[in-house]
């Protein structure tokens, strides 16, 4: 029986006494790839020169555990990677911190954070981080002519083989509406009728036969890699990781990509908001998110950061500039996602799509 | 005479003796379940109760636009919005602005008439400047305001309690006038995934008995020594975990997994064109039928094991050949064994969740995962709430069959 | 059913290809939870054979993904000392099996307490209505999963019970219960309530009854109730996605996450940890049934 409740009492103290020294925030992000980018850039240094500890957890995106942590009142998250769409939702429905860019560091040459982020990059709740963009990649080694357009993604006579798409309508209705030959300008326009959305799903219609649906980030390098499609939609930086660091032979195929942002926001009432805060000033600062850039190929929105972005990390000789989303080159048939579009009809739309998945 | 008398006193003692010791043992008894009963009403029943009770009531709008909800009460749903009803809008978001609830209102209304979510959010942040009349500077701001549909999908909004949310788990919608209607075919996705729930789950029996009744048969009639060892083989599935088996099937079943490599390794398919075994209903079907397979075979075993290897003998040297000494004499007294497996599989089938998550794909996915959705994605809990109402009746009805069939007292492990 | 010697040729090969299918069905069983094994050891980040692994290349097999399970989310893998604490604090696998079995010891011993004890008075003969409560302490194991997360989940985030170890540990020990009570009552169906009146009769009190007639005897069912519970609660995976965050994190739930998002053989070499552990357990369930027959007086089968 002694016994017994020694190591009980052991269970108790190690479930109870964890790391109480120093700050420990806990930071939600997309995982993998994109994670580590993070954790290399920010987390390391931040825990070296602050002393606090960083906890990791992965997510999907959305706002859904965000919203159930505020409701139960018992917030555990400090800070989330989250998309534009909703940091804007989040701050509309209370669920989120305000901060302030005023309290963000100058750019490294001296102009004020407000003007150094990007246009649109921060909002009363968020402050923005990189452009990321959805795009499309095939494996060079298995297909026999390469695929050039957004159209080519959509034409499975002329490229046979499984297409890998994110479980989800954003981007998706956008780039169906692109290949149909919607020109990226309009695309929104054309979206926010009936027919317009009749018309992307028709498209998605001649594929979806030919679809695996991915819901993680991570999963359409290893789709590509595993040889269970020959072309999927990914982010474009974990497609760039996987040519860089793994030596996969894929291309990404930049035409009707549809780029977006990441903000950090801090859900209401997070446990830690001070040192939150200070990791949300240290992070955004022009050398970090520059050195973000050099982990994974995510641009970054400060205008002071561009001119540090250089090479891979461990790579002197792969320069990290034209693999930018922003890059001239990639932006010649773009769209930028409209996040009051999707804040307005993204349950209508999501609704839509579950039952024209399950049809 | 004075003998029969108290005889017949000490009787009645007696007999109330007797019933205050009945029931003295009865509440003894009682008391030792006591404990557990109230534990599972706290902590199990009530909170059941308290979600599904979501599915009849929101309190959303009427909480966060009390005078808009005042306002709405009194209108008819069919002529046009007064100056009040638009003052009370005014008032109400000027509010829900200051509190940051206004995305919530927004979020509320747009269920019923979608795309509405930014004439809220984006009214609102005018509010607190416009000027009476009201029923002309709201317009003004957004002209959708002048939409009696809006007004409608408020007014239905803000009804505290609601059957509206158990119409849209049946794919029914109710209209600003109280009546239903049959949901926009493009919307309707509730029914098929019930009825395909029902179909897998119809279909994972069917596989676990066909799959089962077989396994079971050997292992009863062979030497206690060798069914024990195998029966081994039964139970290690059942207590390894389902992630460790639903990976397992990730791993034999995908394009470049064992399955398929054996299949083209024996050219029954070219490389090219390998089998797609997971991610789809199929791979659900797998890997739904290789967890729930000891729920069948356990019942189907302790029953078989009961059955006296006599009968069939005795039927044999009656003339009956092995076929039928088997359907005639053996199959009928598995029936209990059958009936309980099947109720059990189908009755833990029809609510599985991981499985389907994980291995389902498109069209592998069930109503525990579409009511998942709706609390952690859409963040609708109250049509989660609805759709869980369906799917508990329904699991109650098979319970309660169950219990009629079998008797719960008779379900065992192992 | 050996095949008797006056077995025609039909029956012959009939009884052959039964118990061929019934190999099959055996292979069905077993052999998705044998593979793996040996792909744990895979060297190459994939679920799949390599070549290399079918010619028996002993470069492609490695111990990475075992090393990975301690590795990952430590904060300082490289270091020379002090790396086990690290270990102990950070490492996600080793938190999340620090979790799991914390959770699971405490939900196992509120399920088997009150489940016993509940157990008990069903078994008695004087219990009233009996059938009715005996469906109501079953039905955890009957209602889907998914509505007992979302109404532990709704009620616990009114009481501050969400996202804490106290809100898992409670729907764990709901979710046990059913387990708990038929397998002591399965123990109890057998019991001889002679017993019982003897240890009365002798002087001793009902306390002293339970814990010196009643329980030895039942012992064996409470243990393997307690087995079942434990098993329950480690690989329950719905509650702890709605009622856990990262601090509760198990080892299901880590798993689950892993395939959902993060692909890695690293999850083959925790599953490989975990069958071992569940023939552990089940090798525990067989001793003591056997023990429970040779105390209740049958030869053990």
């Not at chain 1, 930028?336 to 799509?353: G, K, P, R, T, V």
């Not at chain 2, 992630?243 to 398919?269: K, P």
């Not at chain 2, 699991?395 to 008779?410: A, E, K, S, T, W």
């Not at chain 3, 003591?288 to 089968?301: K, T």
Request: charged fraction near 20%; aromatic fraction near 10%; charge should be negative.
């Amino acid at each position: 029986m002694k016994r017994v409740t020694t190591v009980l009492a052991a269970g108790l103290a190690a479930a109870i006494g964890t790391v109480n020294a120093a700050d420990t925030i806990t930071i939600v992000s997309w995982g993998g790839a994109y994670t580590k980018s993070q954790v290399e850039a920010y987390h390391k240094p931040w825990i070296a020169q602050t002393g606090n500890f960083v906890v990791s957890e992965d997510y999907n995106g959305g706002l859904a555990e965000v919203k159930a942590q505020v409701d139960a009142g018992n917030v555990k998250w400090d800070l989330v990677d989250v998309e534009l769409s909703d940091a804007v939702r989040g701050c509309d429905e209370g669920l989120l911190e305000e901060m302030d860019i005023s309290a963000l560091p100058d750019g490294d040459d001296g102009t004020p954070a407000a003007e150094d982020f990007l246009p649109g990059t921060y909002t009363d709740c968020a402050i923005g981080t990189i452009v990321w963009s959805t795009i499309y990649a095939y494996d060079a080694s298995k297909m026999d002519s390469a695929p050039a357009t957004i159209a080519d993604f959509f034409d499975v006579d002329t490229f046979p083989g499984k297409r890998g798409i994110r479980k989800n309508p954003k981007a998706n209705l956008e780039m169906a509406l692109m290949a149909d030959g919607v020109p990226a300008a309009e695309v929104y326009e054309v979206l926010g009728t009936e027919e317009g959305v009749e018309r992307a799903f028709a498209k998605m219609d001649s594929i979806k036969d030919h679809v695996v649906w991915w819901e993680a980030g991570a999963q359409p390098p290893q789709l590509l890699a595993d040889g269970e499609v020959v072309m999927t939609t990914a982010y474009n930086g974990r497609i760039f990781n996987a040519v860089a660091s793994e030596d996969k032979p894929f291309e990404i195929v930049w035409d009707g990509q549809v780029w977006d942002l990441d903000l950090w926001v801090m859900p209401k009432g997070a446990p830690n908001k001070e040192a939150a805060m200070d990791f949300v000033k240290f992070s955004t600062d022009t050398k970090r998110l520059a050195a973000q850039a050099s982990w994974i190929s995510y641009g970054p929105v400060r205008k002071s950061s561009a001119p540090l972005v250089g090479s891979f990390h461990n790579k002197p000789d792969l320069d990290m500039g034209p693999q930018m989303p922003t890059a001239a080159n990639n932006m010649k048939n773009a769209l930028q996602n409209d996040f009051e579009f999707w804040a307005d009809n993204q349950d209508q739309l999501n609704e839509q799509f579950n039952a024209w998945l399950a049809k | 005479m004075a003998d029969t008398a108290n005889v017949e006193i000490d009787d009645k003692l007696l007999k109330k003796r007797l019933d205050k010791a009945l029931f003295k043992n009865r509440s003894r008894a009682f008391l030792l379940v006591l404990p557990l009963l109230l534990f599972l009403l706290v902590a199990f029943i009530g909170p059941i109760l308290y979600f599904l009770s979501h599915g009849f009531i929101d309190k959303t709008f009427a909480a966060l636009m009390p005078q808009t909800t005042e306002a709405l009460s009194e209108w008819d749903a069919v002529s046009d919005p007064t100056e009040e009803m638009f003052a009370a809008v005014v008032a109400d978001m000027v509010v829900a602005r200051k509190n940051k609830t206004i995305g919530r209102v927004a979020t509320r209304v747009n269920r019923d008439k979608p795309g509405t979510r930014s004439l809220f959010t984006s009214s609102a942040r005018k509010a607190a400047k416009l000027e009476a009349p009201f029923s002309e500077s709201l317009p003004a701001v957004k002209k959708d305001w002048n939409d009696i549909e809006v007004w409608q999908a408020m007014k239905t909004a803000s009804r505290q309690y609601t059957l509206g949310y158990y119409a849209a788990a049946l794919d029914m919608k109710v209209n600003a006038d109280g009546s239903f209607e049959r949901q926009d075919e493009k919307r309707r996705i509730h029914m098929t995934l019930l009825l395909r729930t029902m179909q897998i789950s119809f279909l994972v029996t069917v596989f676990c008995l066909a799959l089962g009744y077989p396994v079971a048969y050997l292992l009863a009639t062979l030497p206690a020594r060798t069914s024990n060892l195998l029966l081994i083989l039964v139970l290690l599935p059942f207590w390894t975990s389902i992630l460790v088996r639903t990976t397992a099937w990730i791993a034999m079943l995908q394009a470049q997994g064992v399955v398929n490599d054996l299949l083209v390794f024996f050219g029954m398919t070219p490389d090219d064109a390998r089998f797609s075994l997971i991610y789809n209903k199929t791979g659900t079907l797998i890997a739904m039928t290789h967890i729930l397979l000891p729920f069948m075979v356990l019942p189907l075993y302790s029953v078989m094991k009961g059955i006296p290897p006599s009968y069939v003998r005795a039927a044999k040297s009656l003339g009956a050949n092995n076929w039928t000494a088997f359907w005639r004499v053996y199959a009928p007294q598995t029936i209990p064994g059958i009936g309980a497996g099947a109720l059990l599989v189908f009755i833990v089938a029809i609510g599985y969740y991981i499985t389907p998550a994980l291995v389902g794909g498109q069209d592998g996915t069930m109503i525990s995962n579409i009511i998942d959705d709706h609390m952690r994605k859409s963040l609708n809990w109250n049509l989660a709430a609805a759709l869980g109402g369906v799917l508990m009746v329904i699991v109650m009805v098979l319970y309660y069959v169950y219990d009629r069939i079998v008797g719960i007292d008779n379900m065992k492990l192992g | 059913m050996a095949l008797p010697a006056y077995a025609g040729w039909g029956e012959r090969l009939w009884y052959y290809t039964f118990r061929f299918i019934c190999f099959l069905i055996f292979l069905f069983l077993i052999a998705p939870i044998l593979i793996v094994l040996p792909l744990s050891f895979n060297a190459e980040p994939y679920f799949s054979f390599t070549p290399g692994m079918l010619s028996g290349d002993p470069e492609a097999y490695s111990l990475r993904w075992y090393k990975d399970i301690l590795i990952n989310g430590m904060a300082n893998p490289e270091a020379q000392t002090g790396w086990w604490t690290d270990v102990w604090n950070n490492a996600q696998w080793v938190r999340s099996m620090r979790n799991s079995f914390f959770i699971g010891v405490i939900a196992t011993i509120i399920a088997t307490t009150l489940g016993t004890i509940a157990a008990v008075g069903l078994s008695r003969a004087e219990m009233p209505y009996k059938k009715t409560i005996m469906a109501f302490l079953i039905s955890p194991m009957i209602v889907p999963l998914v509505i007992t997360a979302a109404g532990t989940f709704r009620a616990f985030s009114e009481f501050g019970l969400a996202y804490t170890h106290i809100g898992v540990i409670l729907a764990h020990a709901v979710l046990g219960i059913p387990f708990v009570i038929i397998t002591v009552t399965a123990t109890l169906v057998g019991f001889d309530n002679s017993l019982v009146q003897a240890s009365y009769s002798l002087g001793a009190t009902p306390v002293r009854t339970f814990f010196k007639v009643q329980m030895p005897l039942i012992l064996p069912g409470v243990i393997s109730g307690a087995l079942f519970a434990f098993v329950v609660s480690f690989d329950e995976v719905v509650v702890v996605l709605a009622l856990g965050s990262v601090e509760q994190r198990t080892i299901p739930r880590q798993m689950f996450s892993g395939i959902r998002e993060q692909i890695s053989p690293t999850i083959l070499a925790v599953a490989t940890i975990l069958v071992i552990i569940s023939i552990a357990l089940l090798a525990t369930l067989e001793l003591i049934r056997r023990r429970g027959e040779r105390l209740r007086g049958l030869s053990p089968s």
